[in-house]
């Protein structure tokens, strides 16, 4: 046997015990607990393949507590690049048969070594989390590590996609680092995600909670907003981040190549989907999808403030983004919650070149103490702070009610929409029919014979005059009224002729938004 024969061997033993993580039997245990372990994950989520591992040899530092000496395959961490329909990305995944995933030093260094690798090579970072959180015998270095983690995210912010998969526990200051990226995937009964968990509830606050209810998966894709896609599974999981990939692009400098152009096969008439009566509610994502090629599109915060719908499409091979209020949820009503969702995504989309889409419909801001109490205002305002930043190319449809607050905060013109086009029922007015016409006409209302007449009359007359896109157009504020069907021929024109759009902002260190 010739020298390099033997040190292949050598090579392939160590590879061989260092791939076997913890060892079989916590292996065993994490399958039964319906959780892959760590390399299966990358080679279901990677092209077949494609995947290049570093430091797999990787030693612990933990000193005391009879950590000296002991082996911690890789450090529990798993790190890489590879492909995923064939664009690059940069990955690392938690062990959690190896120490329960906690994180050490060298876990730490490992993690930022392959961050640093994905913000110079301008590619997606995906990162699997699965762990225990800080290692408890590594103290304040795993502290550290942590730390040199959230910096990194923050470097990273707006210049590669961060994508994070919470497949396992993710506790204590852990949680940052998913919640400073861009993208949070989680699958249900599987993810687990809180600050404090349910013992430090217990003596802290004396009160029982279970893990799931806590910070499971359905918590924070319905209530918390944490997370924004769900899966069932690890598999339907992975399938939803390969899909989200292919309408973002690999960093913020990156032009998107249109995609072949597709002729849409489009199942929704889009002339058939908005009620005649503006009272009757209709699902916005049908008006989504019969603009998308192929009424392909990919929702994003499915399940979190519904009253909102943001998502990617296509048009005519280009990705775009969809902002949309959605009728069927509470009127399509802005409030606190979706005003957060809509402008965390119109500043991924304009960071990462995304034209906008704004489909508005809704009857304003929701009214409430409970509202006003939780910051409405604070809220809101990032919505207005978002479409004023946003340099992307940006386009307004106005399907029906514009009223308030919420015309200027969905992307009017005002706020420097490219271009605003309403459809003939438009009604873009201070407020709706019957609130405007009892404040205005009072007087007359209250001293007529029969007031409820004379209340009809004049809601009839304020909609005559005002509930209509005339108003509007008169002045200026929108470009144009156009027939439903026309729709999508005028979005493939107006972003043709904003595809070289430049905008250039006043000088200064950075803006203040209403965070
Ligand atoms: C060291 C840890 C660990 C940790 C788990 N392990 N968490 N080792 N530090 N933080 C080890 C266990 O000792 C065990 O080792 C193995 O991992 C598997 O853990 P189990 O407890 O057997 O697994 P399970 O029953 O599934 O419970 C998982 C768990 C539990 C819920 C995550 O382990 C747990 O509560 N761990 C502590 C979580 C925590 O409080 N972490 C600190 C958060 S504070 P053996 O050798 O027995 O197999 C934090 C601060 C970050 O992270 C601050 C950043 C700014």
């Given at each position: 046997m010739s020298l390099l024969s033997r040190k292949i061997s050598e090579l392939q033993e160590r590879k061989a015990k260092a791939e076997q993580g913890g060892g079989a039997t916590a292996i065993a245990k994490q399958i039964a607990m319906g959780k892959l372990p760590a390399r299966e994950r990358i080679n279901h989520l990677l092209d077949e393949g494609s995947f290049y591992e570093y430091d797999l040899f990787i030693e612990h530092e933990a000193r005391g507590f009879g950590m000296e000496g002991k082996d911690l395959a890789g450090d529990g961490v798993v790190i890489g690049t590879g492909t995923i329909k064939g664009k690059p990305i940069a990955i690392y995944a938690q062990d959690f048969t190896v120490a329960g995933g906690s994180l050490g030093m060298m876990h730490a260094r490992k993690i930022t070594k392959i961050m640093d690798y994905a913000l110079r090579m301008r590619i997606p970072l995906i990162g699997i989390n699965d762990s225990g959180?800080?290692?408890?015998?590594?103290?304040?270095?795993?502290?550290?590590?942590?730390?040199?983690?959230?910096?990194?995210?923050?470097?990273?912010?707006?210049?590669?996609?961060?994508?994070?998969?919470?497949?396992?526990?993710?506790?204590?200051?852990?949680?940052?680092?998913?919640?400073?990226?861009?993208?949070?995937?989680?699958?249900?009964?599987?993810?687990?995600?809180?600050?404090?968990?349910?013992e430090v509830i217990k003596s802290v606050l004396g009160e029982e909670i279970d893990m799931e209810s806590l910070g499971g998966?359905?918590?924070?894709?319905?209530?918390?907003?944490?997370?924004?896609?769900?899966?069932?599974?690890?598999?339907?999981?992975?399938?939803?981040?390969?899909?989200?990939?292919?309408?973002?692009?690999?960093?913020?400098?990156?032009?998107?190549?249109?995609?072949?152009?597709?002729?849409?096969?489009?199942?929704?008439?889009?002339?058939?989907?908005?009620p005649d009566d503006p009272t009757n509610p209709y699902d916005v994502r049908d008006v989504i999808r019969a603009l998308t090629d192929n009424s392909e599109f990919l929702e994003v915060h499915e399940l979190w403030a519904a009253n909102i719908v943001v998502g990617f499409g296509r048009i005519d091979g280009r990705n775009v983004g969809f902002v949309a209020n959605q009728p069927l949820v509470l009127a399509g009503v802005l409030d606190c919650d979706s005003s957060d969702k809509a402008a965390r995504f119109v500043r991924f989309c304009d960071a990462f070149n995304i034209p906008i889409v704004t489909l508005e419909d809704m009857p304003g801001y929701l009214p409430g103490v409970d509202q006003e109490h939780a910051g409405v205002i604070?809220?809101?305002?990032?919505?207005?702070?978002?479409?004023?930043?946003?340099?992307?190319?940006?386009?307004?449809?106005?399907?029906?009610?514009?009223?308030?607050?919420?015309?200027?905060?969905?992307?009017?013109?005002?706020?420097?929409?490219?271009?605003?086009?309403?459809?003939?029922?438009?009604?873009?007015?201070?407020?709706?029919?019957?609130?405007?016409?009892?404040?205005?006409?009072?007087?007359?209302?209250?001293?007529?014979?029969?007031?409820?007449?004379?209340?009809?009359?004049?809601?009839?007359?304020?909609?005559?005059?005002?509930?209509?896109?005339?108003?509007?157009?008169?002045?200026?504020?929108?470009?144009?009224?156009?027939?439903?069907?026309?729709?999508?021929?005028?979005?493939?024109?107006?972003?043709?002729?904003?595809?070289?759009?430049?905008?250039?902002?006043?000088n200064k260190k950075h803006g203040l938004p209403p965070f």
């Amino acid at each position: 046997m010739s020298l390099l024969s033997r040190k292949i061997s050598e090579l392939q033993e160590r590879k061989a015990k260092a791939e076997q993580g913890g060892g079989a039997t916590a292996i065993a245990k994490q399958i039964a607990m319906g959780k892959l372990p760590a390399r299966e994950r990358i080679n279901h989520l990677l092209d077949e393949g494609s995947f290049y591992e570093y430091d797999l040899f990787i030693e612990h530092e933990a000193r005391g507590f009879g950590m000296e000496g002991k082996d911690l395959a890789g450090d529990g961490v798993v790190i890489g690049t590879g492909t995923i329909k064939g664009k690059p990305i940069a990955i690392y995944a938690q062990d959690f048969t190896v120490a329960g995933g906690s994180l050490g030093m060298m876990h730490a260094r490992k993690i930022t070594k392959i961050m640093d690798y994905a913000l110079r090579m301008r590619i997606p970072l995906i990162g699997i989390n699965d762990s225990g959180g800080a290692r408890i015998q590594e103290g304040v270095n795993s502290l550290a590590g942590y730390g040199e983690i959230f910096f990194r995210n923050t470097m990273a912010s707006g210049v590669i996609p961060q994508i994070s998969v919470i497949l396992g526990p993710c506790a204590g200051g852990a949680v940052y680092s998913p919640a400073l990226t861009d993208f949070v995937f989680v699958v249900d009964k599987i993810s687990k995600m809180f600050i404090t968990g349910p013992e430090v509830i217990k003596s802290v606050l004396g009160e029982e909670i279970d893990m799931e209810s806590l910070g499971g998966a359905r918590v924070h894709s319905e209530i918390s907003g944490n997370a924004h896609f769900f899966a069932n599974s690890e598999i339907e999981c992975f399938e939803q981040i390969k899909t989200l990939l292919e309408y973002i692009p690999a960093n913020n400098e990156c032009k998107h190549p249109k995609t072949k152009k597709n002729e849409p096969e489009r199942k929704y008439a889009i002339d058939k989907i908005v009620p005649d009566d503006p009272t009757n509610p209709y699902d916005v994502r049908d008006v989504i999808r019969a603009l998308t090629d192929n009424s392909e599109f990919l929702e994003v915060h499915e399940l979190w403030a519904a009253n909102i719908v943001v998502g990617f499409g296509r048009i005519d091979g280009r990705n775009v983004g969809f902002v949309a209020n959605q009728p069927l949820v509470l009127a399509g009503v802005l409030d606190c919650d979706s005003s957060d969702k809509a402008a965390r995504f119109v500043r991924f989309c304009d960071a990462f070149n995304i034209p906008i889409v704004t489909l508005e419909d809704m009857p304003g801001y929701l009214p409430g103490v409970d509202q006003e109490h939780a910051g409405v205002i604070r809220h809101g305002a990032k919505l207005l702070y978002a479409y004023s930043e946003a340099t992307v190319p940006k386009v307004t449809i106005i399907l029906r009610k514009a009223y308030g607050g919420g015309y200027i905060a969905m992307n009017s013109r005002h706020l420097r929409a490219d271009f605003v086009f309403a459809w003939p029922m438009a009604e873009i007015a201070v407020m709706g029919p019957e609130g405007a016409a009892n404040i205005i006409f009072r007087k007359e209302i209250m001293e007529a014979a029969d007031p409820d007449a004379m209340r009809r009359e004049k809601v009839e007359e304020y909609k005559q005059k005002f509930a209509n896109p005339y108003v509007a157009a008169a002045k200026g504020y929108i470009d144009s009224v156009i027939d439903p069907k026309d729709t999508r021929k005028y979005l493939i024109h107006s972003f043709e002729v904003s595809e070289d759009k430049i905008v250039k902002r006043p000088n200064k260190k950075h803006g203040l938004p209403p965070f």
